[in-house]
């Protein structure tokens, strides 16, 4: 499966954006869909992730101001950011995990976020 991230920019703070990330077939068989972000200079950390039951995950620094989602017909993953922040600056990306296959894990490239005035 490959998956393709899109929906990145930029903001102003206090700013809204939605990020979205496309599969290229089905994800029902994908377990865990996640967002992960790398501002430079800084490790890649995990934002969000849900699972095929619908379970979210959200890391501290975003609970409250962001939202996955995911949309199997449509074989797409959301991140809906509000409130944006500077710090929130970073590019985004996706990331599924399955259990079917054998096993894998696909990340998608990239897509930058930017927040300032």
């Known amino acids: 499966v490959q998956l393709q991230a899109s929906g990145g920019g930029l903001v102003q703070p206090g700013g809204s954006l939605r990020l979205s990330c496309a599969a290229s077939?089905?994800?029902?068989?994908?377990?865990?869909l996640g967002w992960y972000r790398q501002a430079p200079g800084k490790q890649r950390e995990l934002v969000a992730h849900?699972?095929?039951?619908?379970?979210?995950y959200y890391a501290d620094s975003v609970k409250g101001r962001f939202t996955i989602s995911r949309d199997n017909p449509k074989n797409t993953v959301y991140l809906q950011m509000s409130s944006l922040k500077p710090v929130d600056t970073a590019v985004y990306l996706c990331?599924?995990?399955?259990?079917?296959?054998?096993?894998?894990?696909?990340w998608g490239q990239g897509t930058q976020v930017t927040v300032s005035s």
């Open positions: 849900i699972t095929n039951d619908g379970i979210t």
């Open positions: 077939r089905s994800i029902s068989s994908i377990d865990v």
């Open positions: 990331r599924g995990v399955s259990s079917y296959d054998g096993g894998y894990t696909t």
